[in-house]
């Protein structure tokens, strides 16, 4: 329907089935997303109360090659990540020998204002969103997406919201469990022994063998 506005949360892992769906063909059942057509034929049911997010490795930047395994929910007001590596750098290693592309911290992609955070981290104003944009990030962080839509200030942990968490908690660990997440099921991620096919300026830049 033109002009209608549907405010509950989805993902791009929505298109495909979308699409596959609105051409008559049978939708295949490694796709774990839902069709968008309820939605866009606005039937009664259509309904979504919660979006699911992973990311692994989108560069070559930390050692061995590994990616940066994060989970997360988003619903209306809360999102919800799970970072089940928080030892590894999310944004990769400050060191460039350990990437791919030869740069600091590799997965943010050179540019001023990369440059000027780096020039100026010790420096009074500055460290706040040198931390925000390359440091470390806990085991779990939880944010109000509606009253801190930036998403700055991390509520895990906090007593007055541990029930929040707990169920946000639950509600991804369900669903990573029947997705066969290899994450939630304790299995080897063969993710972290992706050959890397893009352009190698660090000659001395390994993968780790799968064990």
Avoid at 22 to 34: E, F, R, V, W, Y
Avoid at 112 to 138: E, Q
Avoid at 156 to 181: C, F, N, V
Wanted: with cysteine.
């Amino acid at each position: 329907m033109p002009g209608r506005v549907f405010n509950d949360p989805v993902n791009l892992s929505a298109l495909a089935p979308t699409f596959l769906d609105a051409a008559g063909l049978a939708i295949p059942n490694m796709m774990t997303a839902k069709s968008l057509n309820d939605v866009l034929k606005d039937k009664p049911e259509a309904k979504r109360t919660a979006a699911f997010i992973a990311m692994e490795r989108h560069d070559g930047c930390r050692k061995g090659g590994k990616g940066y395994p994060c989970r997360a929910i988003r619903t209306k007001d809360y999102m919800y990540i799970l970072n089940h590596k928080p030892d590894r750098w999310p944004a990769g290693n400050p060191d460039r020998e350990f990437c791919a592309r030869y740069i600091p911290f590799g997965e943010v992609d050179s540019s001023p204002t990369k440059s000027l955070l780096m020039d100026n981290k010790d420096k009074p104003g500055f460290k706040r969103f040198y931390d925000l944009a390359f440091a470390k990030r806990p085991a779990a962080e939880l944010y109000h997406a509606t009253k801190d839509p930036g998403q700055l200030v991390n509520l895990a942990g906090k007593p007055e919201y541990a029930e929040i968490q707990r169920k946000l908690g639950a509600q991804l660990k369900q669903r990573l469990m029947s997705t066969k997440d290899p994450r939630a099921l304790g299995l080897d991620a063969p993710w972290d022994y992706y050959p890397y096919y893009g352009a190698m300026r660090n000659k001395n830049w390994k993968v780790d063998p799968k064990p």
